[in-house]
């Protein structure tokens, strides 16, 4: 019964590969976040969407490239990898109206050497 | 822009005994919410409590409470009884209302260790 899964959990890869995160949601929110949580444990949005639609699209490099074919999955694309995109991604989802709560995946420890 | 600040970077406290995190925030929008996050080694974000601006009475979920002073924009969390299972990282984070989807703004973070 689990409400926001990531896959991977661990991701270990070289610099200038290209690699996917996925993740998905069964809570029937409309919406759906990636949040970056760096080396200091700061986190930081990256993207929103909305049924699918780009909503937020925060000072990313773009070689991010999240992607949503329907609005229980968002995944997130990362072209030509570098040493800083090492962190930790957090998928999250909510509703759209309101005080909704944000609720998130477990995370994927992305390491880039 | 809306800015959340933690001012303590750890905190320690007794098993048993009440400790509060300190979390100030900046903004000018009037209607907004506020959020308290826990993550434990296993990294793991977990919702802990949630205050709506438009409400004065301080949100309560069993140990956590919250003490939320709109005037001053502070909202610090208490939790009474600490037990070891609460040593964690403890996040503040703001969220405005508008129309469509708002992201969360995080402060940094405060890492909470439990002694036995």
């Known amino acids: 019964d689990t409400a926001v899964s990531q896959t991977p959990k661990y991701l270990v890869t070289q610099m200038g590969n290209d690699k996917s995160i996925k993740c998905e949601q069964n809570?029937?929110?409309?919406?759906m976040y990636w949040y970056k949580q760096d080396s200091k444990k700061f986190l930081k949005i990256m993207f929103s969407?909305?049924?699918?639609?780009?909503?937020i699209n925060e000072t990313v490099p773009n070689r991010f490239s999240p992607k949503s074919p329907d609005k229980a999955h968002l995944n997130l694309h990362i072209n030509s990898l570098e040493l800083g995109d090492s962190a930790v991604y957090f998928c999250?989802?909510?509703?759209?109206?309101?005080?909704?709560?944000?609720?998130f995946g477990p995370g994927t420890r992305l390491l880039v050497l | 822009a809306q800015t959340v600040t933690q001012s303590q970077p750890e905190m320690s406290v007794q098993e048993a005994e009440t400790v509060t995190l300190s979390c100030t925030y900046d903004?000018?929008?009037?209607?907004?919410?506020l959020f308290w996050y826990k993550q434990p080694p296993s990294r793991q974000m977990i919702l802990v409590i949630r205050?709506?601006?438009?409400?004065?009475q301080n949100a309560t979920e069993n140990r956590f409470s919250v003490n939320f002073q709109k005037a001053a924009k502070s909202f610090s969390l208490k939790i009474s009884d600490s037990q070891l299972g609460d040593a964690a990282m403890y996040f503040c984070?703001?969220?405005?209302?508008?129309?469509?989807?708002?992201?969360?703004?995080f402060g940094k973070g405060t890492r909470l260790s439990v002694i036995a």
């Open positions: 999250a989802s909510s509703h759209i109206a309101g005080e909704e709560t944000q609720y």
């Open positions: 809570l029937g929110h409309d919406t």
């Open positions: 969407y909305n049924n699918k639609e780009l909503i």
């Open positions: 903004t000018s929008e009037s209607d907004y919410y």
């Open positions: 205050q709506e601006a438009y409400k004065q």
């Open positions: 984070a703001y969220r405005a209302v508008h129309s469509g989807n708002t992201p969360l703004v």
